[in-house]
C-alpha cells in the first residue's frame, strides 16, 4: 500500500465538512458553533487531519484562520467531493420521487426564446414541483464546458457540424431554417420578391462575425455572391434583438421555430428569395451517464412537442 492509499483510507468526510466549515466561518470558535461542536474537538480534528497529510492547513491572522496553499488545494478537491455526493444524493431523491426534484438543462439564447420554454411550460403545469435551472451559452461552450464539467443534465440546441466534446451525443429532434425576419412595423415587411442585395445596407442585428452563427450567415450571403451585411448591432440576446425589431427599422435571421413559438412579439418573415440556413436542433447529453427520470421526462415532453415544428420548418 503506498502513501496515498494511507492517507486515503484515514481521511473521513467528516473531517473535510469540518475543515471546510472553519475556512468558511474564518476561526475555530465559528466552525465549532456552526457545528454544535465544542472548540477543542475542532481543534483536534485540524491537528490529526494535518498530521494525517503532512502538511500545516491553516495560518492564523488577528482576524482568525486562512487556508495555507495546502489548504486551498484540500479546499477545492472536497468542494469538488462534496459537489458529486450532492448530485448523488439529489437523483437518489429523483429516483424515489420522479415528479418533483430539480433539473439543470443548457440551450441556446434562441433556444431559451422558444423551443425551450414551450417544453417547461408543458411539463411544469403537469408536474408542478418540479424545479428547472436554465443555463444559457453558444452551443460549442455547452459541449466542452457545461456539459463535461456537469454544471447541466443535458443541452438543447443546435447541433454542431462537429462535436468537440468527445463524451457527447446528439439526438436531433427537428430541422429549422433561419429565415430573414423583421418586426411588424418595417418598411420590407410588404414588399414581396426581395432580394438579398436589395436589404444588404438595411440596419442588421446578428450574432458576433467570429461565433459559429455568424459564420453561417456569412457563408449564406456569400452564396448568393454578396459580402455578409456590417450588422448594426452585433449581440446574441434576443430581448435587445426584439426591442430593436420592434423599432419597425431593423432586421436580422431568426428560427423559424422561434416566430411559431412567439406569436405575441409580432414577428414577420420576409419574402425574400433565400432558402434559409438550415440548421438541426437536438438534445445534447453526455455519453454513457445515466439520466435523472426528470431529464428523461423532460426528453420524452421535448419530442412531443418537437414531432410538428419539423414539418412546418
Request: proline share 6%; glycine share 6%.
Amino acid at each position: 500500500m503506498d502513501m496515498d492509499d494511507r492517507v486515503l483510507r484515514r481521511l473521513k468526510l467528516s473531517d473535510l465538512r469540518l475543515f471546510h466549515a472553519v475556512v468558511t466561518r474564518g476561526g475555530m470558535a465559528r466552525a465549532a458553533a456552526h457545528l454544535n461542536i465544542s472548540q477543542p474537538a475542532v481543534s483536534k480534528a485540524i491537528a490529526a487531519l494535518e498530521r494525517t497529510l503532512g502538511v500545516r492547513l491553516l495560518d492564523r491572522n488577528p482576524h482568525g484562520v486562512e487556508p495555507t496553499i495546502y489548504g486551498k488545494a484540500l479546499i477545492n478537491g472536497g468542494i469538488a467531493v462534496f459537489g458529486e455526493l450532492k448530485q448523488s444524493v439529489q437523483q437518489i431523491a429523483h429516483l424515489a420521487d420522479p415528479n418533483a426534484g430539480e433539473l439543470r438543462i443548457g440551450c441556446t439564447e434562441a433556444g431559451a426564446a422558444g423551443f425551450v420554454p414551450a417544453v417547461i411550460d408543458r411539463l411544469s403545469r403537469q408536474y408542478p414541483r418540479i424545479i428547472f435551472h436554465v443555463v444559457t451559452a453558444d452551443p460549442d461552450t455547452l459541449t466542452t464546458r457545461d456539459l463535461p464539467q456537469r454544471n447541466i443534465e443535458l443541452a438543447i440546441g443546435a447541433v454542431p457540424d462537429t462535436i468537440r466534446g468527445a463524451d457527447v451525443q446528439a439526438e436531433v429532434l427537428f430541422d429549422d431554417r433561419h429565415l430573414v425576419m423583421a418586426g411588424a412595423q418595417n418598411k420590407w415587411v410588404r414588399r414581396r420578391n426581395i432580394k438579398l442585395a436589395d436589404i444588404i445596407a438595411e440596419p442588421w442585428i446578428l450574432p458576433p462575425a467570429d461565433s459559429i452563427q455568424g459564420s453561417h450567415i456569412a457563408e449564406a450571403f456569400r452564396a448568393h455572391g454578396l459580402e455578409p451585411p456590417q450588422s448594426q448591432v452585433a449581440s446574441f440576446s434576443i430581448p435587445l434583438c426584439h426591442h430593436l425589431l420592434a423599432t419597425g427599422r431593423f432586421m436580422t435571421m431568426h428560427p423559424i421555430v422561434m416566430k411559431q413559438l412567439t406569436k405575441h412579439l409580432a414577428l414577420k418573415t420576409l419574402d425574400v428569395r433565400f432558402e434559409g440556413i438550415r440548421r438541426h436542433v437536438g438534445i445534447l447529453t453526455l455519453t454513457n451517464r445515466t439520466l435523472s427520470p426528470l431529464a428523461q421526462r423532460f426528453i420524452a415532453c421535448a419530442r412531443q412537442i418537437a414531432k410538428p415544428l419539423s414539418r412546418a420548418a
